[in-house]
Structures are given as structure tokens and as C-alpha cells.
């Protein structure tokens, strides 16, 4: 089995199409068609079902494809780490991250890992929590600054800080004169969320404080982009729960209120492979360790 049979299987498995697969690969359809039959016959085993009209994944072939990404993820790494090596530095980390992590506790986390390793090259990766925890299990990203979620056993998780939760309101709202806005007070109003799928972990947080409260949030527009929901709530659309540290997205037409709950706060985790032996992902999560708390709060 050669890196470049995985290529080829990967592309064909992700495009569903040949012919797409081989403009994506820039060859021409029949050897790529070809080198899938032989990598079938060397496995022993069929990765695709193919009819005129359509390329479908077999069981087979969709454990294969997880695996394939990790080998050659894992292939590419180890090219990197020679080029690197070559040009007299000592290694890279990849490192992905939620946007709002940039508000305090990504920069603080960066800062110390630089002073300590210097010759360690850090490249970023900005995506959702979601897409984060599928990046790291894909071995694309070796950790990731995020919202805690549930993520299965194939990662560890280490909690930097914790946030409280703001109430986002339009300004002549009538909850806006309170200095904070009990949970209970938000059961009949209309609510501006990210989609679960894009942050689970603020989704799952404040579908709970809800549900503790009596009720579940109203939602009356999904958004993925957080300067958006705020611009919706100062339009009157509806309010909106975020982390503290967002507040910098401020904008005239919404004021911003503490949320009154038990567990009115949101946590900051960095994530990794619990088969991670990378150094560079060691000691990056041994300065995490060092503080309680990575926020805006701990200087």
C-alpha cells in the first residue's frame, strides 16, 4: 500500500465521483480507477459501491477513510517535522482555536508557550468547537483552544477558565433597566442562538440553565456568526446569552446584563488526542496547568 493509493481513495471517497476525483488529483479517470481496484485487491476487501450514476462508501470503506486521513495526516506531519528540523527549527504545533478564545485566552496561552519555546513554530487554525473536536480526531489539528463538548473517549480535556454569561438586549428592552436579568424573566422571549452543531457546548449550557429555570429557549433565528446575532438583537429580532469576553462585539442599540442562574458562567478548554505523544503538545498543556484561570480576569 503506497500514501499516494490513500490520495486517490480519500479524494474519490470524499468527491463520491470519479471524474471529479481525478480533476481534483489532476490524472486522468481510468488509472485512478485502476489504482482503487488495486488497493481493493490488496485489502481483500470492497471500499465502494459503484453503479453508472452514483460511488457509494461501503461500511468497510468508511472505517477505511478515518484511518487513511490519520495515516497520511500523520505522513504530512512527519514531512513537516523534517523540513523543519532541516531549516534549524525544532518542530511545530498546530494549533486550532474558537474565535472567542482571542478575547483573553489565546493570546495569554501563546504568549508564555512562545517565551518558553521559542524555536517551536505554532500554526493556527481557526474553526467551531465542533469542527475543532473533528479536526483533532482526524490528527488535522494536535490541539484545540474550545468550548467543552462531548467528544467520546479518543480525547482529554482540560478546563483554562470560565466566563460569565451576558444577556444581550435590545436598548429600550424592558429588562434592560436590571442590573441582572434573572433566567426566568427570558422564558417568553424570542431567542438569536448559534446553531448546536456550531457551538454545543454555549447550546448545551444554556438549554440547561433553561430547563432548570422551566422552560426552553424560544429560538427565533439561528446564526453563525456572533457580530450578526448581536446586530440582530439591537434590530429588535430577539435577545441573545454570550460569554462575557464578547462583549467587545458592543454596537449602539443593544446593552448588555449579567445573567442571574446557578451556573450563570461558560467554560474555556484546551483539548487533546489522548494518544498525542508529541512534545510540543505536552508542554503546551503542562502551562495550561500552571493557572486556574487563562481569562481576561487572571492578570
Partial sequence: ?????????????????????????????PPLS?????????LHTQLLWRTKRR???????????????????????????????GAGKTGQLQLGFIDTATYGFLPRLLRVFRERHPNIQVVLHEMTSGELVEALKRAEIQLAVLRPTRAGSQL??????????????????????????????LGEEGWVLFPRLLSPGLHDQL?????????????VQEVREGHTIVGLVAAGLGITVI?????????????????KAATAWLPMSIAW?????APTVHSFVEIARERADWGERAL
Fill in 55 to 85: 460511488v457509494e462508501l461501503t461500511e468497510a470503506g468508511e472505517a477505511f477513510l478515518e484511518e487513511a486521513r490519520k495515516t497520511l495526516a500523520q505522513a504530512e506531519y512527519a514531512a513537516r517535522v523534517a523540513q523543519s528540523t
Fill in 1 to 29: 500500500m503506497e500514501l499516494r493509493q490513500l490520495r486517490y481513495f480519500i479524494a474519490v471517497a470524499e468527491e463520491l465521483h470519479f471524474s471529479r476525483a481525478a480533476a481534483r488529483l489532476h490524472m486522468a479517470q
Fill in 207 to 219: 438549554l440547561g440553565i433553561c430547563q432548570k429555570a422551566g422552560f426552553t429557549p424560544r429560538v
Fill in 243 to 259: 460569554a462575557e469576553s464578547l462583549r467587545h462585539w458592543r454596537r449602539p442599540g443593544v446593552v448588555f446584563r449579567p445573567l
Fill in 273 to 277: 488526542r489522548r494518544d498525542e505523544r
Fill in 34 to 42: 485502476q489504482q482503487i481496484k488495486q488497493l481493493e485487491a490488496e
Fill in 156 to 185: 482529554s480535556f482540560h478546563e483554562i477558565g470560565r466566563e460569565k454569561l451576558l444577556v444581550a438586549l435590545p436598548s429600550g428592552h424592558r429588562l434592560a433597566r436590571l442590573q441582572q436579568v434573572p433566567v426566568k424573566e
